[in-house]
């Protein structure tokens, strides 16, 4: 049963058709987060807007782009999510927010207030606060990789944790029929098609018998999103007691992943020791070597000891990362949602995000617009976008599509 709390919530932050998503967005978690902290301080239950009037309930409330006319618009949603829930429910999608007991707690604990407010799950929701190792890689790998990832899910099995992952083909599928094959327990965080993937014949038999449960922040109907499954990869590793990276590319999501998991500290985080370029030089920024062929125990993997390490300095003359690696830590200050990074330790993202700070004003500009002040290509523009909209370091808007900051986030570069 879907508590009045949940479908509040669902109303201020969740997509649910296209036909009534058109002109109106949801909160951010930057944005629901601002509200809430209002709400709480005027003792007032997000679940009150189900049956109070707005008007009376935001006397007070001022925010640029928490506009009261933009609260009213979500909530005048309340018909679409009421077709919504009747179709998840018939397709066995359960839901809780933040504040449920079933929430996973890890979650809560390390990303506290990033955690995502409302998640969808399909399974046994009682899987959700058990022990669990991370496993995650590229999607294109041989069939000897894919054997090996199998054995490695089966070995966790066996010594009593649960696997994590992201449910694609490739490293994730195959970690966890590892451990599903031998009647482990698995959590599959997916950043798309939820009911699709949990009709598959690789997974429904799992589901069935309680063995498995698919979660996601987004819409069960969602489809692939750039940005979500760049949010996915932070609640594998935070759902995690240590992550195992099988096969890495020096980009793309498995990179990335594991890279922001070693600035966070989430968890301890291991990779296969091979000849993947992606793996040295993960192993190269911090990352624990683990031998496949060596006898070790899971419990080891948990207990390591987790290392600060720097990011290698892109500014360097030889922009190789295996010969940039700093031999400091890198100092990063942090003031409320202000971000400040020494020049010298600052990464082209970074001073990509700071230049957008001086172009972007109270006016929102286009892709073009961007481009043009800041002479880049369109790919490395397109991938920045991406990344940026992501951290919520800025907002993107459709129809034109346009970019504005997100004020409450911010990146200092200092001397």
Partial sequence: MISERTKSILLFTSYFA??????IKPLTNTEWNRLVRW????????????????????LGWQDKTITSERIDSLLERKSALAIALDKWTKAGIWIINRGDKQYPRRLKERLKDNAPPILFGIGNADLLNKQYIGIVGARKTTDNELFETKKIGKKITSENFGIVSGGAKGVDESAMLGALEANGNCIGFVSDSLIRKSTTSTFRKYIINKRLVLLSPF?????????????????????????????????????????ENLKKQW????????????????????????????????????????????????????????????????????????????????TLFDYFIF?????????????????????ITNSQLDEWLKMACAKEFIIKNNRPVTFILNKEKKIRITS
């Fill in 18 to 23: 296209k036909s009534s998503d058109k002109s």
């Fill in 39 to 58: 709400l709480q301080s005027k003792s007032i239950s997000p679940e009150d807007f189900l049956s109070q009037d707005n008007a009376s309930l935001l």
């Fill in 219 to 259: 819409n069960p109907e969602a489809s692939f999103n750039v940005g979500n499954a760049m949010t996915r990869n932070k609640l594998i590793y935070t759902q995690s007691e240590a992550t195992i990276v099988v096969k890495s590319d020096t980009k793309g999501g498995t990179w990335e992943g594991a890279k």
């Fill in 267 to 346: 968890v301890p985080l291991w990779v296969i020791y091979n000849k993947e370029v992606g793996n040295n030089e993960l192993i190269k920024l911090g990352a624990n070597k683990l031998l496949p062929e060596n006898e070790y125990k899971i419990e080891e993997l948990v207990k390591v000891k987790i290392i600060q390490v720097s990011e290698p300095n892109l500014f360097s003359s030889n922009n190789s990362l295996a010969n940039n690696i700093a031999q400091e830590k890198k100092v990063i200050k942090k003031e409320g949602d202000i971000i400040e990074v020494k020049l010298n330790d600052a």
């Fill in 355 to 375: 230049k957008l700070y001086s172009i972007i004003t109270d006016k929102p500009l286009t892709k073009k617009d961007i481009k043009d002040k800041l002479s």
